[in-house]
């Protein structure tokens, strides 16, 4: 006949109960950890979008920018004056109004060209690069941002370039 308990399992039993408690107490933290980085990572955003008349109307199902926890993304601005709704068609003359309207929704989030940390410049012909490089030094005075630049097969409506942007507070 076997016994159910005896004296010299106590030791091994102990260790099942250490090992059980140990376990649930890290099952425990972990969920709690899970919970906190839940809280941080999904209540804790702050996103606003951000809209001026100052600058067109999206031509598409998006926002002139959006901000989140202090970046601001700013979509594609391509050279149509907000005012008229005509577009630039001249390289120079589309360079500046493109970054015109960076301007103003950077001005209606409360922010400056310094602000800006990334660009990303798209033009329909890549041999306007130096004429948009000469308004682009017009208006990024400081340091100057991240950038890339590349030739698109099209642009929206047509036009010569297109200039998104990023900005951080």
Known sequence: VKEAWHPARLPSFL??????????????????????????????????????????????????????NGTLYISGQIPVNPADGQIQDEITAAAHQSLKNIGAILKEAGMTYDNVVKTTVLLADIADFKAVNEVYAEYFTGDKPARACYQAAALPLGVKVEIEAIAVR
């Not at 090992?19 to 890290?26: F, G, I, P, T």
């Not at 933290?29 to 606003?48: F, G, Q």
């Not at 979008?49 to 998006?62: E, F, L, N």
Request: hydrophobic share 50%; aromatic share 12%.
């Open 15 to 68: 260790f099942f109960c250490e090992e059980l408690l140990y376990l649930h107490l890290r099952v425990r933290v972990c969920v709690r950890a899970n919970l906190l980085w839940n809280d941080i990572k999904y209540n804790d955003i702050m996103k606003k979008v951000i809209a001026t008349v100052d600058a067109p109307k999206a031509v598409g199902p998006y926002s002139q920018a959006i901000e989140v």
